[in-house]
């Protein structure tokens, strides 16, 4: 993933992403706030894997390490949607409550 947060809370989604999740890049401005071609294009290779930037963008392990983590979050998001997932579960909760007007209060 590429991000290029431009203002609110999209910069802290873009620190998530890059620094926590380790699943993307963010873009870098320029001294005048705005995002050339050439950045946009490094980082597209680097989420991508052209080889002939690694040298430029740096370690050849942050490649693998991001589809690694995009992987386990990919794994996360599937097993949470699968029956007994907890956004199943509480959505069911919450269809209940609008029916009987009662808040039924998940363990998870």
Same mark, same amino acid.
């Given at each position: 993933?590429?991000?290029?947060p431009?203002?609110?809370d999209?910069?802290?989604?873009? /620190?998530?992403?890059q @620094? ?5 890049? !963010?873009?870098?401005?320029n001294?005048d706030?705005?995002v050339?071609?050439?950045?946009i294009?490094?980082?597209? @290779?680097? $989420?991508m894997? $052209? /080889?002939e930037? !690694?040298?430029?963008?740096?370690d050849?392990? !942050?490649e693998?390490? !991001?589809r690694?983590?995009?992987? /386990?979050w990919k @794994?996360?998001?599937r ?9 199943r579960?509480n959505l ?15 363990s998870?």
């Amino acid at each position: 993933m590429v991000v290029v947060p431009p203002w609110s809370d999209q910069g802290t989604s873009a /620190k998530l992403i890059q @620094d926590v999740w380790k699943t993307g890049v !963010r873009v870098k401005h320029n001294e005048d706030g705005i995002v050339g071609s050439e950045e946009i294009k490094m980082c597209l @290779d680097l $989420v991508m894997g $052209v /080889k002939e930037n !690694r040298a430029e963008i740096g370690d050849e392990n !942050r490649e693998e390490m !991001r589809r690694i983590n995009a992987k /386990k979050w990919k @794994d996360l998001a599937r097993e949470a949607i699968e029956e007994g997932g907890s956004p199943r579960e509480n959505l069911k909760a919450f269809v209940n409550e609008l029916i009987t007007g009662q808040t039924l209060f998940l363990s998870k």
